[in-house]
């Protein structure tokens, strides 16, 4: 079983930058599988973040995050980032990584595989 392992998160004011860490524990994960961000904020569902596509061809940002954050990634040592910049209140979550073999979606629900989460907080 897959295990990942998300850090990185704290507290900024509102325009600062933050980056996420989820590390894996397979070799493989990290380059051949779906590999996603969600967030959950008080009082409501989780949510899609970004959802990196295998092989990086290519990666899905949630409207509501599109050039503010992006995705990299550390093949060496299997660690996928979120880079975060022009944070805003309403980025107020805990962050959490997913993984996946096969399809990639937006729904958390079709994720089995979590992280424990890091929380993000933006005053």
């Known amino acids: 079983q897959v295990q990942l392992v998300e850090s990185g998160g704290g507290s900024v004011q509102a325009g600062g930058s933050l980056r996420l860490s989820c590390a894996a524990s397979?070799?493989?994960?990290?380059?051949?599988?779906?590999m996603g961000w969600f967030r959950r904020s008080p009082g409501k569902e989780r949510e899609v973040v970004a959802v990196r596509y295998p092989g990086g061809v290519g990666t899905y940002y949630s409207d509501s995050v599109k050039g503010r954050f992006t995705t990299s990634l550390d093949n060496a040592d299997n660690i996928l980032y979120l880079q975060m910049n022009g944070l805003e209140p309403e980025d107020t979550a805990m962050y959490y990584c997913?993984?996946?073999?096969?399809?990639?979606?937006?729904?958390?629900?079709?994720?089995?595989?979590w992280g424990q989460g890091t929380q993000v907080t933006v005053s």
């Open positions: 397979k070799y493989t994960v990290t380059n051949s599988y779906c």
């Open positions: 997913t993984a996946r073999g096969g399809a990639c979606y937006t729904s958390p629900n079709e994720y089995k595989v």
